[in-house]
């Protein structure tokens, strides 16, 4: 399977449009499946009300494609403040003047028209901004991005269902290895070379890792259970000291969304009760609760760097690819990706999409916590702003990777870095184990 030919004018502009278009259809899904109350309201302080994230998705359009890329005049320049992210804080935004939502609709339709006509006449080359579509592909990472956040809303919200999809397909218990060993060398980790990237992924360079096993399958809600069971939340060996005193100060004893009645497990999904499936990767959990797990199974967090190796490193072709089955984009059959479903597939689905290693569900089903800090690799450079990585570089950050089933393919690669503190809870993150094998392979 190989990559797209990114260098083909037409094909690029195909590309970049249908990328801008999914996510689009996506936004609008979001936003009229409930009432405008719904829309203004802020369901959680950790999220921003669901017109700030539309007219905002509008506003970064306007700003990066139609001023910078384009060289326009600003359309409403009285509202950046507004949808400036870094000016306020979420908790702030509903006493905001915000668009009320019909005009919010507007403002972000009338973007995205005079947006594709200068898709229509860009020439891909010129500027680090227009090469490759660059600045295209990534105002359709950024509304995808705030899409799973948005998705992330509608799972905090109370009240009835407002989204439904259909579940994955039903997959026979895995029953293949619990493990699988990477062995120790170098790879090439991130990447120079594909075209929408962001600055984080980048540059490519070479890493040296040890031999070490991971999970072939993510952490299942069963397993956690047994975790659970154990009285693993009421035991401070297995937590960090920080989120010892976070999970007792919060009185936190199960995943978010979860509850116990009758004698089995239930959730909350989408405003729909349910028991806990089994045989899904748990979801819901903050970095402390995945660590604290690891340690309780003996085992510990996969870093970044060997999670990446899992997942991209070929040993036959002695090579890094764009994603563990290869260099192709994701297909249905790779992959759990895009909102097709509103939940994990069972852990050990998706063959298609295992890696040359034999490990599964890598891209898509749960983020995947990693034992390391968010920090820039060797020769990073901020582009095209240092707000989108730059200054969250630091030991505050824990790395997730492989992306969700809220995660859109455009927002997903081997490559594709996503961060967030070790508390974070309501996103849709899980983890896998790893352990050393140098012992076992000397």
Same mark, same amino acid.
């Given at each position: 399977?190989?990559?797209? +030919? /990114?260098?083909?004018?037409? @094909?690029?502009?195909?590309?970049?449009?249908?990328?801008?278009?999914?996510?689009?259809?996506?936004?609008?899904?979001?936003?009229s499946?409930?009432?405008?109350?719904? /829309?203004?309201?802020? &369901?959680?302080?950790?999220?921003?009300?669901?017109?700030?994230?539309?007219? %905002?998705?509008?506003?970064?359009?306007?700003?990066?494609?139609?001023?910078?890329?384009?060289?326009?005049?600003?359309?409403?320049?009285?509202?950046?403040?507004?949808?400036?992210?870094?000016? &306020?804080?979420?908790?702030?935004?509903?006493?905001?003047?915000?668009?009320?939502? +019909?005009?919010?609709r507007?403002? #972000?339709?009338?973007?995205?028209?005079?947006?594709?006509?200068?898709?229509?006449?860009?020439?891909?080359?010129?500027?680090?901004?227009?090469?490759?579509?660059?600045?295209?592909?990534?105002?359709?990472?950024?509304?995808?991005?705030?899409?799973?956040?948005?998705?992330?809303? &509608?799972?905090?919200?109370k009240?009835?269902?407002a989204?439904?999809?259909p579940?994955?397909?039903?997959?026979?218990?895995?029953?293949?290895? #619990?493990?699988?060993?990477?062995?120790?060398?170098?790879?090439?980790?991130?990447?120079?070379?594909?075209?929408?990237? /962001?600055?984080?992924?980048?540059?490519?360079h070479?890493?040296?890792?040890?031999?070490?096993?991971?999970?072939?399958?993510?952490?299942?809600?069963?397993?956690?259970? #047994?975790?659970?069971?154990?009285?693993?939340?009421?035991?401070?060996?297995?937590?960090?000291? +920080?989120?010892?005193?976070?999970?007792?100060?919060?009185?936190?004893?199960?995943?978010?969304?979860?509850?116990?009645?009758?004698?089995?497990?239930?959730?909350?999904?989408?405003?729909v009760t349910?028991?806990?499936?089994?045989?899904?990767?748990?979801?819901?959990?903050?970095?402390?609760?995945?660590?604290?797990?690891?340690?309780?199974?003996?085992?510990?967090?996969? @870093?970044?760097?060997?999670?990446?190796?899992?997942?991209?490193h070929?040993? #036959?072709?002695?090579?890094?690819?764009?994603?563990?089955?290869?260099?192709?984009?994701?297909?249905?059959? %790779?992959a759990?990706?895009?909102?097709?479903?509103?939940?994990?597939?069972?852990?050990?689905?998706?063959?298609?999409?295992?890696?040359?290693?034999?490990?599964?569900? /890598?891209?898509?089903?749960?983020?995947?916590?990693?034992?390391?800090?968010?920090?820039?690799?060797?020769?990073? @450079?901020?582009?095209?702003?240092?707000?989108?990585?730059?200054?969250?570089?630091?030991?505050? &950050?824990?790395?997730?990777?492989?992306?969700?089933?809220?995660?859109?393919?455009?927002?997903?690669?081997?490559?594709?870095?996503?961060?967030?503190?070790?508390?974070?809870?309501?996103?849709?993150?899980?983890?896998?184990?790893?352990?050393?094998?140098?012992?076992? @392979?000397?």
């Open positions: 399977m190989t990559a797209p +030919d /990114l260098t083909d004018p037409e @094909t690029l502009r195909e590309r970049a449009l249908a990328a801008l278009t999914t996510a689009r259809d996506r936004t609008a899904l979001l936003t499946c409930v009432e405008d109350p719904d /829309l203004t309201a802020q &369901h959680s302080p950790l999220m921003s009300p669901l017109v700030w994230d539309l007219a %905002h998705i509008g506003n970064q359009e306007e700003m990066w494609l139609l001023r910078e890329v384009a060289g326009r005049d600003a359309m409403r320049p009285e509202i950046d403040g507004l949808y400036d992210a870094f000016e &306020h804080p979420r908790a702030e935004r509903p006493s905001l003047p915000l668009l009320p939502p +019909d005009e919010a507007r403002y #972000a339709a009338e973007v995205r028209g005079r947006a594709l006509d200068v898709l229509e006449g860009t020439r891909f080359r010129g500027t680090p901004l227009t090469e490759a579509g660059f600045a295209f592909g990534m105002i359709a990472q950024h509304e995808q991005q705030h899409d799973e956040t948005m998705l992330i809303t &509608h799972q905090l919200r009240g009835p269902a989204l439904t999809a579940d994955p397909a039903p997959a026979p218990p895995f029953t293949g290895p #619990a493990e699988v060993l990477v062995p120790g060398g170098p790879f090439t980790m991130g990447t120079s070379a594909e075209p929408w990237a /962001l600055d984080n992924e980048r540059p490519a070479q890493r040296l890792v040890p031999p070490f096993f991971i999970d072939t399958t993510p952490v299942t809600n069963a397993a956690y259970q #047994a975790f659970i069971a154990d009285g693993g939340y009421g035991d401070p060996r297995w937590w960090t000291p +920080d989120g010892w005193t976070h999970i007792r100060s919060h009185s936190i004893e199960a995943p978010l969304f979860w509850r116990r009645e009758a004698g089995q497990w239930l959730r909350r999904r989408f405003g349910e028991v806990v499936p089994p045989d899904e990767p748990v979801l819901h959990v903050s970095w402390y609760e995945a660590d604290a797990y690891a340690r309780w199974a003996g085992r510990r967090l996969p @870093t970044e760097t060997e999670w990446e190796k899992a997942a991209r070929d040993p #036959a072709a002695d090579r890094s690819t764009r994603y563990p089955w290869g260099d192709a984009d994701p297909t249905p059959e %790779h759990n990706l895009g909102q097709r479903h509103l939940r994990p597939a069972p852990a050990g689905s998706y063959p298609a999409g295992e890696s040359p290693l034999g490990v599964r569900q /890598l891209i898509g089903d749960v983020w995947e916590w990693t034992a390391s800090d968010f920090l820039p690799y060797p020769g990073f @450079t901020a582009f095209p702003y240092k707000e989108y990585s730059e200054v969250f570089f630091g030991p505050e &950050h824990k790395v997730l990777r492989g992306g969700s089933f809220a995660v859109d393919a455009v927002a997903c690669r081997g490559t594709f870095r996503n961060w967030d503190y070790p508390i974070r809870r309501q996103i849709f993150s899980g983890f896998r184990t790893a352990r050393d094998a140098a012992a076992e @392979t000397a």
